[in-house]
């Protein structure tokens, strides 16, 4: 018996008798109500999206004249006052969780799981702490001024070119020599498989390995419950969670080994995931 119907139940006499029909009527009702309150609260919450984006958008103009470090570190200052602004405003609270000491001084080659459009302000609240540079898909600079933000952010990537390839992993290292971090989703793109992850590219992991930068896995728990990868108006209010797991080292690992490096990342990361009974898991 559905909760509905138990509901009904215990609110009438024993003498009551309640048709089928009406339980599937109000169990409709209910789930067309739930769902169009959904659709009110993301649009609202688009609109708070497009008002802070054109609140920063001059002072990420400003801060764009100071160059590659000192501005596009100011840039991140920026937008993690617009992910925080944001967050707050569509009622979702976000806490990092350690499962082994972390070191944010330090460069790191990060990885984590794509799952949500919401993924970008998580990113900017987990990292806030630490200087980071996200390589990001170069077809999202097309937006009209988010495109502006985004090209002066992040690290551009154009997988179906190998120069821009190129020239993103010379960008990635140039970073880290100055004691960034670069924040990369390995899987590419929304992992939408039903497993705790998709197939994870290379590219991480060369970098990695080439910069003898360590590796820092770190998963998102519930992007897929805010705002869900199959509808832009799924956005929910509640809880967010980071888990910072344990480094890799990749010290006196050589390119013969990417494979190896980047099958070990997957599994802890797979592993955890499975730990946390994330939501999105269907199979595997």
Request: charged fraction near 20%.
């Amino acid at each position: 018996m559905s909760l509905i119907s138990v509901a009904v139940v215990e609110v009438c006499p024993k003498s009551c008798i309640v048709p089928s029909s009406f339980i599937r009527v109000y169990s409709h009702f209910m789930h067309k109500l739930k769902r169009f309150s959904q659709i009110v609260f993301s649009m609202y919450g688009f609109t708070v999206f497009l008002i802070l984006l054109f609140l920063i958008f001059p002072f990420v103009v400003i801060a764009s004249f100071f160059g590659k470090i000192k501005g596009g570190n100011s840039i991140y200052d920026i937008c993690t006052f617009w992910a925080d602004a944001a967050m707050l405003s569509w009622g979702m609270y976000h806490r990092n969780y350690y499962e082994a000491p972390h070191d944010a001084s330090k460069p790191y080659v990060f990885v984590f799981n794509h799952i949500s459009y919401i993924d970008i302000p998580v990113l900017l609240k987990v990292f806030r702490n630490q200087h980071i540079r996200i390589l990001g898909k170069a077809e999202l600079s097309s937006i009209p001024v988010f495109g502006f933000i985004y090209r002066k952010a992040a690290i551009l990537v154009d997988r179906k070119s190998s120069r821009a390839r190129a020239k993103s992993m010379a960008e990635l290292t140039y970073f880290l020599k100055k004691n960034i971090s670069v924040v990369i989703a390995p899987e590419g793109t929304f992992n939408v498989t039903g497993m705790p992850l998709k197939t994870f590219y290379d590219g991480a992991f060369k970098i990695a390995i080439e910069t003898q930068t360590p590796v820092k896995p770190v998963v998102f728990l519930d992007s897929y419950d805010r705002l869900n990868y199959k509808s832009i108006f799924s956005l929910s209010p509640g809880k967010s969670r980071a888990i910072f797991l344990q480094e890799v080292p990749v010290n006196g690992l050589t390119a013969d080994d990417v494979s190896m490096l980047r099958d070990k990342i997957y599994s802890i990361m797979e592993e955890t995931l499975t730990r946390y009974k994330v939501k999105w898991i269907k199979h595997g």
